[in-house]
């Protein structure tokens, strides 16, 4: 991204610390750099849209990862130019299926809905040791239908 890109990534804070389960994740807000290129473009209502459905749909998403254990977080959001970083972490550090969620779930829900986001980059958090993220984990997550 270059440095007139519009992300945030709160002052230089990690977004990822802090956010505690259950509540909405910190999604990073434009940032009052001055904007050039794609990013001059964009409005400030077009920019608060953009951040306001990133968070509805990572919402509705982490709520199924937090069902297993696990977390879904946006680290950094480039909404010009419609790069969104994610990572799963928590018990998805030990699960066989991660990369999958993120390729198959995470990413393909995000192009699909939100269609200003070009590409979703994602890593999983493997900092917790194998045995205590597995221990996270329940597994067998069964989405509920109302």
């Known amino acids: 991204m270059g440095t007139g890109d519009v992300t945030e990534t709160e002052g230089g804070e990690d977004p990822v610390e802090g956010s505690p389960r259950g509540e909405a994740a910190p999604v990073p807000e434009p940032s009052d750099a001055p904007a050039s290129g794609a990013a001059a473009d964009l409005s ?68 699909e809905r939100l269609v200003w986001v070009r590409e979703v980059r994602g890593e999983v958090d493997e900092s917790l040791d194998y045995t205590e993220s597995a221990s996270l984990g329940r597994g067998a997550y069964v989405p509920k239908y109302y």
């Open 44 to 111: 400030p209502e077009e920019l608060g849209r953009r951040r306001a459905a990133l968070t509805e749909l990572m919402d509705l998403m982490r709520e199924a990862v937090q069902q297993d254990g696990g977390d879904l977080v946006v680290t950094d959001v480039d909404y010009a130019a419609g790069i969104v970083d994610v990572e799963l972490q928590g018990a998805c550090g030990s699960c066989a299926i991660s990369l999958m969620t993120l390729r198959s779930g995470v990413e393909r829900m995000l192009k």
